[in-house]
């Protein structure tokens, strides 16, 4: 029979990205109840009849205190989840805060980033998504009523800016998937695997391919082409009711972003849990891994009992750096 296996995350960091995207799934589906109830109508800015109509069209109604607040919890959700994953990965390491924080003890939620590069694909990503949820917000607040030409180009401003958003975290998870190819247990360590992925061409993959981070860094990437053609359609499509539709299914796709970078902090948290992690013979050379374990050459011989032992580790090696 069947059932599943619900493991307890190592931490509810991974709630985070649904409190972000739930407030705006709720907002589309009241707005289209609303339309709905109102029986389709065509609104008094509106020159044509449409059906259905723009999410903005619907916003600039009396539902425009709902599309404001919704849209600004969704965006500094969004910050927030990214940002999320640079605290969980840098065992809290906050560079504003980091002298204050100087010697105490780092907790490292996730998995670190090997080289940082990932690092800074992160806050590029906070940035750039930050912005552009900026001018999301502001289309809120151009309403297409009143302001229709800047509303079109906060538009256009949050989706370049979010494709390069998604385009970073993307990229972020290729990057630590070539990395953990080459140190996974499952990688063929008979052959002569370079000890890096500096040593092979960008576009050649050596070891476990198909491990966690590349997995999910195609689901991003994956998700990210649809979204281009979602997106292209929308702005493409010169017939209105065709061009919403592909307007609503844009947002509606936008949640499940949400949702894979969900997983992702669930997986994360239980790193220590992992079926392969422990098996990692050395973390050599990674200068966060360094930190992590302070020393230079260290493997990982844990299992699922030796939490605490490896908390305690951390611990001590974080207070010395």
């Not at 906070?126 to 900026?134: D, P, Q």
């Not at 009711?241 to 992702?264: H, Q, R, Y």
């Amino acid at each position: 029979m069947f059932s599943l296996n619900f493991h307890k995350p190592g931490n509810y960091f991974f709630i985070l990205p649904w409190v972000a995207f739930i407030p705006w799934y709720g907002m589309l589906i009241a707005m289209l109840i609303c339309y709905a109830a109102q029986g389709h109508p065509l609104y008094w800015f509106m020159s044509e009849k449409a059906s259905p109509v723009y999410i903005s069209d619907i916003g600039a109604t009396n539902l425009r205190p709902l599309f404001i607040s919704c849209v600004a919890w969704e965006g500094l959700g969004y910050a927030l989840t990214v940002f999320a994953e640079y605290y969980q990965r840098s065992g809290g390491d906050i560079p504003m805060f980091r002298r204050k924080s100087q010697g105490a003890s780092r907790k490292f939620l996730m998995p670190p980033w090997y080289r940082k590069d990932e690092r800074n694909l992160i806050f590029a990503a906070c940035i750039l998504g930050a912005l552009g949820e900026i001018a999301l917000l502001m289309c809120t607040i151009f309403s297409t009523a009143h302001y229709h030409h800047v509303h079109l180009a906060m538009v256009a401003v949050f989706v370049v800016l979010m494709f390069f958003s998604v385009v970073c975290l993307s990229t972020e998870y290729f990057l630590m998937g070539r990395h953990y190819a080459l140190l996974h247990p499952l990688a063929d360590h008979t052959r002569d695997l370079p000890e890096k992925p500096e040593d092979i061409p960008w576009y050649k993959w050596e070891g476990y391919v198909w491990n966690k981070f590349f997995i999910s860094g195609l689901a991003k990437a994956i998700w990210l082409v649809f979204a281009v053609v979602w997106a292209i359609c929308f702005g493409a499509i010169s017939d209105d009711s065709t061009s919403a539709c592909f307007e609503w299914l844009l947002a509606f796709w936008f949640g499940l972003l949400f949702i894979i970078i969900s997983v992702d902090f669930y997986m994360g948290s239980r790193y220590k849990d992992s079926r392969y992690f422990n098996r990692i013979e050395s973390f050599a050379g990674y200068y966060k891994y360094d930190q992590m374990l302070g020393a230079v050459d260290v493997s990982i011989q844990m299992t699922g009992d030796d939490d605490q032992s490896f908390d305690k580790a951390v611990t001590n090696s974080a207070s010395s750096v």
